[in-house]
């Protein structure tokens, strides 16, 4: 199982970010996707899923600004984030499980300045 995440970068408050998760070694038109985000000092939390069909949920800082998404033809997961903001300032992970164990992704920074 492989997981590489891009897509971060710096950004102003109000901008936007697109962060993709690339996925290999298992079926990913199955299973649940995750991002996480971990900023300075702080736990990693969770930030959104989704199910193989494409059913999505959020956690209510990111909802109506952050948009998960997949091809699954494509093996790959989508994080649209709209009017960020500094507080979204964080390293993100993507994330799943397989076969009864977790697996995550390297990680992209995103910065968001105020």
């Known amino acids: 199982v492989q997981l590489q995440a891009s897509g971060g970068g710096l950004v102003q408050a109000g901008g936007s970010l697109r962060l993709s998760c690339a996925a290999s070694g298992f079926a990913f038109n199955i299973s649940h996707m995750y991002w996480y985000r971990q900023a300075p000092g702080k736990q990693r939390e969770w930030v959104a899923g989704?199910?193989?069909?494409?059913?999505?949920t959020y956690r209510d800082s990111v909802k109506g600004r952050f948009t998960i998404s997949r091809a699954n033809s494509k093996s790959t997961l989508a994080l649209q984030m709209d009017s960020l903001k500094p507080e979204d300032t964080a390293v993100y992970y993507c994330?799943?499980?397989?076969?009864?164990?977790?697996?995550w992704g390297q990680g992209t920074q995103v910065t968001v300045s105020s």
């Open positions: 994330k799943t499980y397989f076969a009864g164990k977790e697996y």
């Open positions: 989704i199910s193989g069909n494409g059913l999505s």
